[in-house]
């Protein structure tokens, strides 16, 4: 890497049958990184995050619809990363998330974040910091990043 470089990347995985947009963002000075959004799909996010030598040190979310969070807990437990987001006011959405799942033929499961996120919070991957916005609307608990 040049100095020239950007100091963030992200790809863009579609997931779930719902073509939801997971991004993979990384840091590319220490290709440290995040999924944001993991609602499925779970071996083609694993692959993407190889193919482009990243490092996932955790998970962050937007909010708790199950095409956004549905395998967010399933695929932090198997990396052994932490959870962080989204607000707490979608609490009751994660919760139900086998339900939803369910209806949505979405594979779905409940967790705790690690760190719900509040407004003005900053979350970091890798050597780059995101500003976090509490923006509510589409879920009660939707935030949004900022860098």
């Known amino acids: 890497m040049t100095d020239a470089s950007p100091p ?4 863009i995985i579609p997931v779930t049958p719902l073509q939801q947009n997971c991004t993979l963002l990384w840091c590319t000075r220490t290709m440290r990184g995040t999924f944001t959004d993991p609602g499925g799909d779970l071996p083609k996010l694993k692959a993407a995050a190889a193919q482009q030598g990243v490092t996932i040190e955790k998970i962050l979310l937007t909010h708790g619809h199950i095409d956004h969070c549905g395998s967010a807990g ?8 932490p959870i962080e987001g989204p607000h707490e006011a979608d609490r ?5 998330l086998d339900d939803d799942g369910k209806r ?13 996120l509040e407004d003005g919070d900053t979350a970091t991957v890798g050597q780059v910091t995101f500003q976090r916005r509490h923006c509510p609307g589409h879920r009660p608990g939707q935030v949004v990043v900022h860098h």
């Open 104 to 116: 949505w033929g979405i594979e779905g499961k409940p967790f705790e974040p690690d760190r719900w």
């Open 8 to 11: 963030l990347r992200a790809a």
């Open 74 to 81: 399933i695929l932090a437990k198997e990396l052994g990363v």
């Open 92 to 96: 009751f959405w994660i919760s139900r």
